[in-house]
């Protein structure tokens, strides 16, 4: 049986490194000239009030235009560019709108005739993709002839890698991506990932690893500079690659174990062709995980400082992708607020996330984040008193309201500002670091 062809590139040169990582396993070969190409990105998350750092957390607009030039290069002209970015609000049109004109995506309009797409704001198709219940598909998507899936080359704090198969999960509206942070034991996320490309006529991955990114997929975790270009007509074998470059065994990335499960394929690369680079001459390590103590009930460096009184439990899988965004927001506010104390412990305060944590009994507060918690455990025998955050997801009002009632004032101004402006402050840590070039995320 023939072997899959992955190509691996050293980034060096615009448009030429692209170039040879695309035709050294003629990758757009098969592409006609009347296709219909979709190009999804990864823009995991925008921010149109400052600026933040984008390094490994987004595909640069760099790579983007090098592989639209491609494409019109074999006079392929009906190619779309569409993301459906993470939002607060599904009725946000706004954050899009800006993230496609600061990317440079609406100069690609002008000058290539590439059509970018929020799709949020074009109809789903309700579809059936094995996971138990109808996710809803981006129908722009599902009627191209081709689908580029342009991921970072990344980790993430629950899939473990975000690549080809996770960055598809963009195409899928709000209330599938719930879904797919099951707390179905076996259809569970890494099930359920494993099985985005089904429906699509053809997929194609570039992954784009300008920077790669420790503990993924948000802008705090640790970007480095690579240079690296990674492509397949086959998807799984392109995302095996790129897990071995971030130094991290296939076999240890759950929806990479069921996506080879599915198709019958081995593990162990024995069945993929590298053509290019070798991948021991550029693999390094990456940490995924956010490390918290043994008892899987408080982040490390809580309590490295100290921190008492307080339980905070380790996020799964179930817990999705809204919720998980104020995460960072509520860690930050309690541990401003342990350096004000001084010492003095917390009264027995627990937090609870996701689908699947349960109350940990002689507690004194518990606060349940996010609607589905509080569905889940509103009436558990084990509350003594309950801080519900709710919502889908919680509103920063409803955080400001929770912390209120276990003795953490938060002026609204200040949430407001943490949520238009907080990522600004990220920034300063790469001045006067050359090796990170914003112009990779722009289109000039």
Same mark, same amino acid.
């Given at each position: ?80 560019i569409g993301e459906g970015i993470v939002t607060g609000d599904v009725k946000d049109t706004e954050t899009a709108a800006d993230a496609f004109e600061k990317l440079g995506y609406n100069v690609l309009k002008e000058r290539y005739g590439v059509k970018p797409i929020n799709t949020f704001e ?79 006529k053809k997929v194609l991955t570039i992954i784009d690893g300008l920077y790669t990114l420790e503990r993924g997929p948000a802008m705090d975790g640790k970007p480095h500079r690579k240079d690296i270009l990674v492509a397949s007509s086959d998807i799984l074998s392109a995302d095996m690659v ?49 490390? $918290? +103590?043994?008892?899987? *009930?408080? !982040?490390?460096?809580?309590?490295? #400082?100290?921190? @008492? =009184? ?63 918690? $509080? +569905?889940?455990?509103? *009436?558990? !025998?084990?509350?003594?008193?309950? #801080?519900?955050? @709710? =919502? ?31 990522a600004g402050f990220l920034m300063a840590k790469y001045k006067g670091r050359p090796e990170f070039e914003e112009s990779f995320f722009q289109v000039t």
């Amino acid at each position: 049986m023939s072997k899959s062809k992955v190509s691996v590139v050293k980034y060096e040169k615009p448009l030429e490194s692209v170039r040879k990582l695309v035709e050294s396993i003629n990758l757009f070969d098969g592409i006609p000239k009347d296709a219909k190409v979709f190009i999804k990105p990864n823009i995991v998350y925008w921010n149109r009030f400052t600026n933040f750092p984008k390094y490994g957390v987004l595909t640069t607009s760099r790579i983007v235009e090098d592989v639209v030039v491609l494409l019109k290069e074999r006079g392929i002209d009906d190619i779309s560019i569409g993301e459906g970015i993470v939002t607060g609000d599904v009725k946000d049109t706004e954050t899009a709108a800006d993230a496609f004109e600061k990317l440079g995506y609406n100069v690609l309009k002008e000058r290539y005739g590439v059509k970018p797409i929020n799709t949020f704001e074009h109809p789903f198709e309700k579809i059936d993709l094995g996971t138990g219940f109808n996710v809803k598909f981006s129908s722009v998507a599902l009627a191209a002839d081709v689908v580029i899936s342009l991921p970072a080359l990344k980790t993430h704090s629950q899939a473990v890698v975000t690549l080809g198969f996770k960055n598809l999960k963009g195409l899928i509206n709000q209330a599938s991506r719930k879904k797919f942070h099951s707390a179905d034991p076996e259809k569970d996320l890494h099930y359920n990932v494993a099985q985005l490309p089904k429906k699509l006529k053809k997929v194609l991955t570039i992954i784009d690893g300008l920077y790669t990114l420790e503990r993924g997929p948000a802008m705090d975790g640790k970007p480095h500079r690579k240079d690296i270009l990674v492509a397949s007509s086959d998807i799984l074998s392109a995302d095996m690659v790129g897990s071995k470059l971030l130094g991290i065994e296939p076999s240890d990335v759950p929806h990479l174990l069921q996506a080879a499960k599915d198709r019958k394929r081995p593990m162990d690369l024995s069945d993929i062709e590298v053509i290019g680079e070798k991948i021991e001459d550029l693999a390094s390590h990456h940490e995924w995980d956010f490390i $918290y +103590n043994d008892a899987g *009930d408080l !982040p490390l460096p809580f309590q490295r #400082i100290g921190v @008492k =009184g307080l339980k905070y439990q380790k996020y799964d899988s179930s817990l999705c992708t809204y919720c998980s965004g104020i995460n960072g927001t509520l860690l930050l506010i309690i541990k401003n607020a342990w350096q004000a104390r001084k010492g003095e412990p917390f009264d027995k305060v627990e937090f609870l996330n996701g689908k699947l944590q349960k109350p940990t009994p002689g507690m004194n507060k518990t606060i349940l984040i996010g609607q589905c918690q $509080y +569905n889940m455990n509103k *009436d558990h !025998p084990d509350i003594k008193e309950m #801080i519900p955050i @709710k =919502g889908c997801p919680p509103s920063m009002e409803d955080v400001r309201h929770a912390f209120s009632q276990i003795g953490i004032e938060l002026p609204g101004s200040m949430l407001d500002n943490m949520t238009k402006a907080g990522a600004g402050f990220l920034m300063a840590k790469y001045k006067g670091r050359p090796e990170f070039e914003e112009s990779f995320f722009q289109v000039t």
